[in-house]
């Protein structure tokens, strides 16, 4: 490891335009990497280091190279701390105390707990709403899509690898896409199916072009940010249109109003960005926490909603 009187060299200028973060740009950085795997990564004690290495470490998939980056990340934000700069960012993410194999202990633990609260409104769902209810397979297949993007969310924030990074981006860009989908059902499908077939094809397709371009051509975060934002405003403002236009005759939908408001509201936390609190907690994992709720809030408005269907389809059933 480097030492800690190794003074700290700042990159200015041309060079903060490179690829990377400020933190992993610094020589002390760099420097204190590779004397750490040349020291700890190889040979005899390469064994070593996997003799003592605990078993949930080796199973999350941290090798020694990992454990020489995050060694050297604090030896670096402590000099710029001894020398009163600001704390600087590594490979595009503040750093954060590991727990145990937890990458962002935080944020991992806020998105199980999302995952744990879909999954109690899911089963509660399927015990009080029957099958027959018109929303049901649609209102099922949402929440399937959600607990499983909630799933790769806790995986990619214990480990943050190229491949849990794709399957959490691509997961939360199929519950937008899901929820647009849901929307549509619930809004025209009903009255016109082959409306909502035809919008599926239309979501799968672009579905498929998202995740093709960013798997086979680039993985580019502007890209996938704006596509997520457009579709997800799109979704906002059919949702509330919706809404506002039943709120009179459909008094439970005044919970779908509350959760698209909160979840743009709540989506500010995104914009904010400061180091983690006690290394811990930072704007996406607080984000994260207030989600859960929100959730709660969703699928109790569908559980209400496929009710509501339900008892109208019976009441133009005793009709005909």
Known sequence: MAGGTVRLVLLVGAAALASGSQGDREPVYRDCVLRCEERNCSGGALKHFRSRQPIYMSLAGWTCQDDCKYECMWVTVGLYLQEGHKVPQFHGKWPFFRFLCFQEPASAVASFLNGLASLVMLCRYRTSVPASSPMYPTCVAFAWVSLNAWFWSTVFHTRDTDVTEK???????????????????????????????????????????HVSYLSLVRFDYGYNLAAN??????????????????????????????????????????????????????????????????????FSFLEDDSLYLLKESEAKFKLD
């Open 229 to 298: 934002v457009a579709i997800g405003l799109v979704n906002a403002a059919w949702w509330l249109t919706w809404c506002l236009r039943n709120r009179q005759r459909l008094p439970h939908v005044h919970k779908c109003i509350v959760v698209v408001l909160l979840l743009q509201g709540l989506s500010l936390l995104e914009l904010l960005d400061f180091p983690p609190l006690f290394w811990v907690l930072d704007a996406h994992a607080i984000w994260h926490v207030s989600t859960i709720p929100v959730h709660v809030l969703f």
């Open 167 to 209: 399957m959490d981006y691509f997961c939360a860009s199929t519950v937008i896409l899901h929820s647009v989908y849901l929307c549509c059902v619930r809004t025209v499908g009903l009255q016109r199916p082959a409306v909502a077939s035809a919008f599926r094809a239309l979501l799968l397709l672009m579905l498929t072009a």
